[in-house]
């Protein structure tokens, strides 16, 4: 459109400074942006069309609002552009913008209140001396998600402030059924929007990660650094010079990890490799890179750090993706406020490339190995006490997991349902569980037989290391086994 470029440089200048512009300064910009054109051969520019033309004249006064969601991928100038640009339009020949409220960087899930501007703009509306009699947006979507405007009507209403949208062609009536009608399919439009995108970027992200093992973005694990993965795939984007970044072994750190491996499958515990690696001097990842730890310390390593290593599947040089996702936690009941938290996913909804695509720090084998060492520690006498199937038993009474229980000389595992010898036992507790290793070792090959899982030559190690790798439980009680993953265990037909 002839008129971007003057509008552009406009809408950089006064974007999201929340303050007011006279109808005189926008005639001085005008002219001087005719002035510019003329001299350049290019008067065919357009120039605003602010119907009035002056603050004072009649008509009505104007707060404009926009909003972009992101400052890292979104040029502020054009996205505020092509907004003022929509709401002049509108209110062309009804009156002048007189006041800008531009939020950058929010997100459309975020109610008035808690975006910047737009939580000032909430205040300007509540001064019975404002300086605008009404509101207007370049798009719905830009300024209200979902019911958004619905809730915010009321107070519009008794304020006696009008909303006006490209989409209502002019102020919205909140008497008329029609535009309630319309307010809701653009809220119900808005979220469709926002799954739609979303469902298009994660499933994207998943075919990169899994089928292509492309580098995701974040830090890189310790022992690792980002270097050059060649030209981007994509010819547009490879024609203006940009590359993908992949994994490389860093010379220092990635040391350390074969170290950390290879001591775990000594049986050492975490807190031993821990110790022994702050005993040794070795830097600890946050003090590696501090530039991408700012929240840590960088002081030492902790049992955490080592078991965070231990746990990474890519160090054996695949592409993990989607370990962890952001939820969305209310703050307070009823307020609409939202709180981003990071948890970790399933390891069944991990995304993992189907082929090794960096330099592998860790065999697959000993990887898988690392995840089934338990550190043992010595009795006594000296000897040491091994649990084949340690962390895999639950209670089938109270969906506890199984503690490990030494007797006669024999491994075992036993759920006292939450009883501890520091408390009295409640008359309907319910008696405590024994289950004994070999005898479930014996029948496990079976109850895997029942699932298509033939292992009838395993040994209790391999038993062990192929229930850990399909994430499957057992679950017992005083009669019978069952076999299945974390979340469906299923029933088998062999019972004790």
Not at 55 to 74: H, I, K, L, N
Not at 99 to 104: K, R, V
Not at 145 to 165: C, H, K, N, T
Not at 273 to 287: K, Q
Request: glycine share 10%; hydrophobic share 40%.
């Amino acid at each position: 459109m002839a008129a971007g470029p003057a509008r552009r440089r406009r809408g950089a200048e006064t974007a999201g400074r929340g303050g007011l512009v006279t109808g005189a300064a926008g005639a001085v910009r005008r002219q001087a942006a005719v002035a510019f054109g003329d001299r350049i051969g290019r008067a065919r520019w357009r120039t605003p069309r602010l119907g009035k033309g002056r603050a004072d004249s009649p008509g009505f006064r104007f707060a404009f609002y926009g909003r972009m969601s992101t400052v890292e991928y979104q040029d502020r100038a054009s996205s505020f552009g092509w907004q003022r640009e929509a709401a002049e339009e509108l209110v062309a020949g009804q009156g002048v913008i007189v006041a800008e409220f531009f939020d950058a960087g929010c997100s459309r899930r975020l109610p008035w209140a808690q975006r910047p501007q737009a939580g000032a703009l909430l205040s300007a509306l509540a001064d019975p001396d404002r300086l605008f009699d009404a509101v207007v947006v370049g798009e719905y979507e830009r300024a209200f998600s979902g019911d958004q405007f619905i809730e915010m009507a009321p107070l519009l209403q008794r304020l006696g402030v009008q909303v006006w949208l490209p989409e209502a062609g002019g102020p919205v009536e909140p008497g008329s059924l029609e535009h309630r009608v319309l307010m809701r399919v653009l809220g119900a439009q808005s979220q469709r929007e926002v799954l739609r995108s979303r469902h298009q970027v994660l499933a994207a992200m998943r075919a990169q990660a899994c089928e292509q093992g492309r580098f995701m973005g974040g830090r890189p694990p310790y022992g690792y650094r980002l270097v050059d993965g060649g030209p981007h795939p994509n010819r547009v984007h490879a024609g203006w010079g940009r590359r993908l970044r992949r994994l490389g072994a860093d010379p220092v750190t990635a040391a350390h990890v074969r170290w950390i491996f290879a001591r775990r499958l000594e049986g050492w515990s975490m807190a031993g490799i821990a110790r022994a690696l702050n005993e040794r001097g070795v830097p600890c990842p946050s003090h590696v890179d501090p530039d991408r730890n700012r929240h840590r310390s960088g002081e030492a390593w902790t049992l955490g750090t080592v078991a965070a290593i231990l746990g990474n599947p890519r160090y054996t040089g695949r592409q993990v993706w989607n370990r962890q996702r952001t939820d969305r936690d209310p703050v307070n009941s009823g307020s609409g406020s939202e709180s981003p938290v990071r948890r970790w996913n399933p390891v069944q909804e991990w995304v993992i490339s189907e082929h090794p695509l960096h330099p592998t720090l860790v065999s697959d084998e000993d990887f898988l190995a690392a995840q089934t060492i338990r550190a043992a520690r010595p009795t006594r006498d000296g000897d040491y006490r091994v649990y084949a199937l340690a962390g895999l038993l639950v209670c089938g009474i109270c969906s506890r997991r199984m503690d490990s229980h030494w007797v006669n000389g024999r491994a075992g595992y036993r759920c006292r349902h939450g009883h501890t010898s520091a408390k009295l036992r409640k008359p309907d507790q319910p008696r405590n569980l024994y289950v004994r290793e070999d005898r479930l070792l014996a029948v496990l090959p079976g109850l895997l037989a029942d699932l298509d899982h033939s292992l009838d030559d395993a040994g209790s190690g391999e038993i062990a290391l192929f229930l850990r790798a399909n994430a499957l439980k057992i679950t017992c009680d005083h009669s019978a086994w069952a076999i299945g993953d974390e979340t469906e265990l299923v029933p088998s037909r062999s019972s004790r």
